[in-house]
């Protein structure tokens, strides 16, 4: 049988009660004639057993057009999931998968591309020795957007309402890239806030929903040396004040320049959609975070 006739087969593994359709409609469009399989639910264990009764019916080539994509809300389950998967899979029986909790990968590439697509555009170099402050950066957004910030050579802050939800956080970040690059603050109130941004060249808000993080008057106050803003929350309030979702370079203040969260969005639905491309023509390996960001540094490029 040649590739070409070889069909493609997704399987959706989902830590929520229900399968997120996002994912398998969008690929509904990209991959017409795939096969797809939605788990939900779906616990490490489960995961095991789908993979076991994934790996050997299309044979040692045929395993090459099957596909997964692990997604949920729960990001620490799917990191479980992820490992368990990985601990299953041998040579040749092994297929690619992507990983994306919720959107969480794809986000956070997609803004700290953005935020690097500001600074390109005005002359500030990249993120290099640079400080980001990443306000709420304690779910799956912010701590991918860390850990991407922190393996590009950045100083990262994140903070959170809990000064130990924090530093727990940002050792995990550390642990997983090696090096002791993320630092965890307590910040709530807004002189907290004024502090962490103080010495930020860029401050990301990755709060939850609906969750104003920044003020303008804590900006001006305190934000002398800062020159990009992002904020992936669309929903009002904005994580950021005179930052609205379709903004795109907006100057917020003389000098500072934001990006706001439905432009963020618009590239990760394109860094996705790729990546599942990318996927279709891979024959195994783990597609996150990294190969987000590196998917969406090929889409700003001009
Ligand atoms: N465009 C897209 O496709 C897309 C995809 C995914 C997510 N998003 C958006 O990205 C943002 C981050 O997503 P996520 O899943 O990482 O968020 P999340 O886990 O729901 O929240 C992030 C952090 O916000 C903080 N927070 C929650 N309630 C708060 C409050 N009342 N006051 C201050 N801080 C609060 C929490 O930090 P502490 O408890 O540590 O303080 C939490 O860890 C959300 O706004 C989400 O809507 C967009």
């Not at 057009?65 to 040579?91: C, H, L, N, Q, S």
């Not at 390109?120 to 304690?138: Q, V």
């Not at 701590?143 to 903070?159: C, K, M, S």
Request: hydrophobic residues 45%.
């Amino acid at each position: 049988m040649t590739p070409q006739e070889r069909k493609l087969a997704i399987l959706f593994l989902d830590t929520d009660k229900h399968v997120s359709p996002f994912e398998p409609l969008l690929v509904t469009d990209l991959f017409p004639n795939a096969n797809i399989f939605l788990y939900g639910n779906v616990e490490p264990e489960d995961a095991v057993r789908i993979v076991q009764d994934a790996m050997f019916p299309r044979g040692p080539k045929g395993v090459k057009y099957t596909k997964m994509f692990i997604g949920g809300y729960d990001a620490e389950k799917v990191e479980r999931i992820v490992e368990a998967v990985k601990k299953t899979m041998f040579p040749p029986f092994e297929f690619t998968i992507i990983v994306d909790p919720r959107g969480a990968n794809t986000t956070a590439a997609a803004a700290v591309a953005k935020t690097l697509e500001l600074l390109m555009k005005h002359g500030l170099g990249d993120f290099k020795n640079k400080n980001i402050a990443i306000l709420a950066g304690t779910g799956p957004v912010g701590v991918a957007a860390a850990t991407i910030y922190a393996l590009e050579g950045a100083n990262v802050y994140i903070t959170s309402r809990s000064l130990e939800k924090a530093v727990k956080v940002a050792r995990k970040i550390n642990e997983e890239i090696k090096a002791e690059k993320v630092k965890g603050l307590k910040a709530l109130t807004r002189e907290e806030i004024g502090e962490v941004i103080k010495n930020a060249d860029i401050v990301l808000a990755t709060g939850a929903a609906g969750v104003r993080l920044l003020d303008l008057e804590t900006l001006k106050n305190y934000g002398g040396k800062c020159r990009v803003l992002a904020d992936v929350n669309a929903v009002p309030p904005t994580g950021i004040e005179g930052l609205e979702p379709n903004d795109e370079d907006k100057e917020v203040l003389p000098g500072v320049y934001g990006v706001g969260a439905l432009r963020i969005g618009t590239l990760k639905n394109k860094v996705i959609a790729e990546l599942f491309k990318l996927a279709a023509e891979t024959p195994k390996g783990i597609l996150d975070y990294r190969a987000a960001y590196e998917t969406a540094l090929k889409l700003i490029k001009p």
